[in-house]
DNA sequence: TCCCAGGAGGTAT
DNA sequence: ATACCTCATGGG
């Protein structure tokens, strides 16, 4: 158990549900049941009152980001009213802190999709690779790590519903190898060339790297633009951009680079803020 | 039927 | 560097 104080919000509801994971289903009590690597976690928020099982303290502060001061980040990045209002309609989101092999993967397998596929495509991996956890009888299945997905066996990831993706997965479960050194390397370094490191490895683009670098490394300064950030971004700051054209890599550029600017160094907490609030504001 | 979704790789200029 | 083309899949 965990108690929360009024001073640093948290709702487990929104970092939940803002898109950033894809391995949590709500429960009928109102909880919810997650993967995360090889742990079975249950976890519920009543108030202030923080109640889970399959982890430890220390796992959840940690992977709920419940250390950092959010208020704080907030006031960094709240520079204009319409950011206001987004990081008020998303009072208590935090940034997860993502293990990063499932983390390169799911943003592998986000390409041109939308979410309920994502996470299909991460469930039948995980049904299909994966270590089987038993809980009551019912059996889950962990993230399988990178040898179990670099096999030579043909293309069995297609059967995953991946499409193309499944070539990109399984190259680059070849070239991360069976050690988390190239984890090591990402995390010691700045944000671009981060950047140009992850986006060596094969289905990883400019938008996949930044969502990476946000979710997994915590390198705030990733601002990943999406179909839905470049119409928001379009629509409420840089009404120059024209749109109905495929997103180009210099207007890619132009929107992280005026993000970070008008931002600031948190600039990709903003954008999960603009993200989750989307549908909300006309 | 067409269009879209948390895009990226390949190829020809 | 840049412009086009193609790549599976499911839902509206």
């Known amino acids: 158990?965990?108690?929360?104080?009024?001073?640093?919000?948290?709702?487990?509801?929104?970092?939940?549900?803002?898109g950033q994971v894809f391995r949590w289903h709500q429960v009928p009590d109102g909880g919810?049941?997650?993967?995360?690597?090889?742990?079975?976690?249950?976890?519920?928020?009543?108030?202030s009152r923080l109640t889970f099982s399959g982890a430890g303290?220390?796992?959840?502060?940690?992977?709920?980001?419940?250390?950092?001061?959010?208020?704080?980040?907030?006031?960094s990045f709240d520079r204009d009213p319409f950011i206001h209002r987004s990081a008020e309609a998303c009072h208590g989101l935090r940034l997860i802190r993502q293990p990063p092999w499932e983390c390169l993967?799911?943003?592998?397998?986000?390409?041109?999709?939308?979410?309920?596929?994502?996470?299909?495509?991460?469930?039948?991996?995980?049904?299909?690779?994966?270590?089987?956890?038993?809980?009551?009888?019912?059996t889950y299945f962990g993230f399988p790590k990178p040898p179990l997905l670099a096999g030579t066996c043909e293309d069995?990831?297609?059967?995953?519903?991946?499409?193309?993706?499944?070539?990109?997965?399984?190259?680059?479960?070849?070239?991360?190898?069976?050690?988390?050194?190239?984890?090591?390397?990402?995390?010691?370094?700045?944000?671009?060339?981060?950047?140009r490191e992850l986006?060596?490895?094969?289905?990883?683009?400019p938008k996949a790297a930044d969502c990476i670098l946000l979710f997994a490394f915590q390198k705030y300064e990733?601002?990943?633009v999406d179909v839905w950030i470049r119409r928001i971004m379009r629509e409420r700051y840089l009404p120059a951009l024209v749109s109905n054209t495929p997103l180009s890599s210099n207007e890619y550029n132009a929107i992280r680079r005026f993000a970070r600017d008008h931002f600031g160094e948190y600039c990709g907490y903003a954008q999960e803020y603009l993200y989750a609030a989307r549908e909300e504001d006309p």
């Open 1 to 18: 158990m965990l108690s929360l104080t009024d001073d640093q919000p948290f709702s487990l509801d929104r970092t939940l549900t803002c």
């Open 32 to 47: 919810w049941r997650g993967i995360v690597g090889d742990r079975l976690i249950r976890i519920r928020q009543d108030g």
């Open 199 to 205: 986006m060596k490895f094969s289905g990883v683009g």
């Open 57 to 75: 303290k220390k796992f959840i502060k940690h992977y709920f980001s419940l250390d950092s001061d959010l208020p704080a980040i907030v006031a």
């Open 105 to 138: 993967v799911s943003y592998i397998c986000s390409t041109n999709s939308n979410i309920p596929m994502i996470r299909k495509r991460i469930e039948h991996i995980a049904r299909a690779f994966g270590k089987p956890v038993e809980e009551k009888g019912i």
């Open 156 to 195: 069995i990831l297609t059967g995953c519903k991946m499409g193309y993706r499944g070539k990109y997965v399984k190259k680059t479960a070849c070239d991360v190898g069976d050690t988390d050194d190239w984890a090591a390397r990402i995390r010691s370094l700045p944000y671009e060339p981060a950047r």
């Open 222 to 224: 990733a601002f990943p």
